[in-house]
């Protein structure tokens, strides 16, 4: 099927060359001149002037780059603008290909042009998508599935992809710096308060036509916040439209909404000048983003997923303040995960303070169109620092962590997302733990007392019992007592290769993890101890065990638990978020 869909991409292309209407690589020469196609106020598509300078040849895989020199209009003085990677270049009046690329802190407006031939290839089905690592529920970087942007050494100098202007409406300034880091990693250039905000409206037949050099925003998210992210289009051919002249994140097949906008302003910057754009007229649905171009169709459209959050201030003087935001997002599986950790951090960080004494609490749940069993969030985080951080990454990675797992059935329909905050570090510490007995005999009963400390210094005892089955080999056992994460990451990192066998397990596993409000004992001995189908198996028959060893190696489930857990019980901290963890120890006599 890939060979085929190769054959038939080099076939169109093939094809369309054939036409007067495309300028031939092979015949690109230093010293001609063209013309390119931009907009650099409102929605009218303008001609700058274009001098070639040479050829770059296999920058990359059967990629060539053309070096040209820009002029005209403000690119004298603004250089190559952020926005404008896609704007077509024309020799002897024929498309020759996008803007694209260009020089960190260059004095002159010189660009790299990606062939038209690259980019149509591409987008055809030239190039297979790439097969991107999971996310696990151990990560912390919601972006690590992405591609960064690419590089090209140009004569000692770097060449890099133009970054694309990434507008931020309704979102926090905090929250666009806290990002930022991993945005710019990323070849996208964060922009604050930068943009209309709101959602592309439907066209109502008297606009300008949609044509190469016209702005173009991907909108990432619409409604009480709003993200886009901005290029311009190189190709029109019938419904087919050809944009950008690089990645945007090289996400392969998606469906992103996309809308003509409109130029507000430039902004001449000694790092990088960029465009400053609001949204218009929806247009149609992006369907192929990949290194050389990304592409889709005018006049489709396509289901975006309902996101709402609500944040309610409880305490003696909130009153119950309640904030209220509703928006539409894509429904990528890679995008969805990060545009929900942004917007949960906005809206945190909107109302509530983000240093000192605080508590969190979360309630979710995540729908699935194919009537799987809804993942549900509940859980509390406290502390002085950070705690929008825990929240907002604790909401989305267990979304990524399913929506990356390879079942295509799992198709977000709908997030709803409920946070409570409290102005008080409601936390208490695993400060002591001891047993009634230090040797017990199989079917003997064991006393566990924990001493949980608030900040406050006050001290609250729990006991819990735990019976020695009858039976139980003679040996050293195990109470680790620990709060909710540390408990997970136990077992997750136990059996991280292990991988679930159908979207129904998968949301059984998100589904079982424990919350912070609670303090668990695990209850363990030294023994390997396997994992068959989501459930433990410890210490098996040596037999069986061989037989284990094999079977996890060879679906990927990596060595055995380097302990082997036989109960696990739990105790209630009355509402407060547990932190720490203790182990003791007790034998067990033959």
């Not at 031939?24 to 907009?39: F, H, S």
């Not at 790092?271 to 990949?290: H, N, P, Q």
């Not at 809804?374 to 929008?388: A, C, T």
């Not at 040596?542 to 082997?564: C, I, K, M, Y």
Request: aromatic share 6%.
């Amino acid at each position: 099927m890939a060979v085929a869909r190769c054959l038939a991409g080099l076939l169109v292309a093939s094809a369309l060359f054939g036409q007067t209407e495309f300028f031939p690589l092979e015949k690109v020469r230093a010293g001609m001149r063209g013309t390119g196609k931009t907009v650099f106020s409102g929605n009218r598509v303008e001609e700058f002037q274009v001098e070639i300078l040479g050829v770059l040849e296999n920058v990359g895989p059967k990629q060539s780059l053309i070096l040209a020199r820009l002029a005209g209009g403000p690119l004298e003085k603004t250089g190559v603008l952020q926005g404008m990677s896609g704007s077509p270049v024309y020799l002897e009046g024929r498309l020759l290909g996008a803007v694209s690329m260009a020089f960190p802190f260059s004095k002159e407006p010189i660009a790299a042009i990606r062939p038209i031939g690259e980019m149509l290839l591409s987008a055809r089905g030239g190039k297979a998508r790439t097969v991107r690592a999971r996310v696990s529920l151990l990560d912390e970087d919601l972006t690590r599935p992405f591609t960064p942007p690419e590089e090209v050494r140009a004569g000692g100098a770097r060449l890099i992809d133009i970054a694309t202007p990434v507008s931020f409406g309704g979102l926090t300034r905090n929250t666009v710096e806290h990002f930022a880091p991993q945005l710019r990693a990323l070849g996208l250039e964060p922009a604050q308060g930068m943009s209309g905000g709101g959602k592309a409206r439907a066209s109502d037949g008297a606009t300008p036509p949609f044509e190469p050099g016209s702005m173009i925003t991907v909108q990432l998210m619409s409604g009480d916040m709003s993200i886009g992210a901005d290029g311009t289009v190189t190709y029109v051919e019938g419904k087919n439209v050809y944009a950008f002249g690089h990645r945007f994140l090289s996400i392969g097949n998606t469906e992103l909404p996309f809308a003509r906008s409109e130029v507000l302003t430039l902004l001449p910057s000694l790092a990088s000048s960029f465009k400053i754009s609001a949204v218009r007229e929806w247009m149609g649905t992006i369907l192929d983003d990949r290194s050389t171009a990304v592409s889709g169709l005018l006049g489709r459209r396509t289901a975006t997923v309902p996101l709402s959050i609500e944040v309610t201030r409880r305490g003696e003087h909130a009153g119950g303040a309640r904030s209220s935001y509703r928006m539409e997002m894509v429904n990528d599986r890679y995008l969805a995960p990060f545009l929900v950790q942004m917007a949960v951090y906005s809206a945190i960080d909107a109302t509530e303070r983000t240093v000192g004494s605080s508590t969190l609490a979360l309630n979710g749940v995540f729908e699935f169109r194919d009537g799987t069993t809804p993942i549900r969030l509940n859980n509390s985080f406290s502390g002085e620092f950070s705690v929008p951080q825990q929240v907002s990454l604790a909401t989305s990675i267990p979304l990524a962590y399913a929506l990356q797992s390879g079942f295509d059935s799992l198709q977000l329909k709908n997030v709803k997302l409920e946070i409570e905050s409290f102005d008080e570090k409601k936390q208490a510490q695993i400060e002591q733990v001891w047993t009634s007995r230090q040797e017990v005999r199989a079917g003997d009963a064991v006393e566990l007392t924990v001493v949980l400390a608030s900040p406050n210094g006050a001290e609250v005892k729990r006991k819990v019992t735990y019976e020695v089955p009858v039976g139980a080999p003679a040996g050293p056992l195990y109470f680790t007592v620990a709060d909710g994460t540390t408990t997970n990451l136990t077992e997750i990192r136990q059996f991280v290769g292990a991988q679930p066998r159908s979207p129904s397990q998968l949301v059984s596993l998100v589904n079982s993890l424990r919350g912070n409000t609670k303090a668990y004992v695990r209850i363990w001995r030294p023994d390997a101890n396997y994992d068959v189908q989501g459930h433990d198996f410890p210490s098996p028959p040596p037999s069986l065990e061989q037989v284990l060893v094999q079977t996890q190696a060879a679906v990927g489930g990596g060595f055995p638990g380097r302990s082997s857990k036989v109960a696990e019980l739990e105790i209630d901290a009355g509402g407060v978020v547990v932190t720490g963890s203790k182990t003791v120890q007790v034998d067990i006599k033959g």
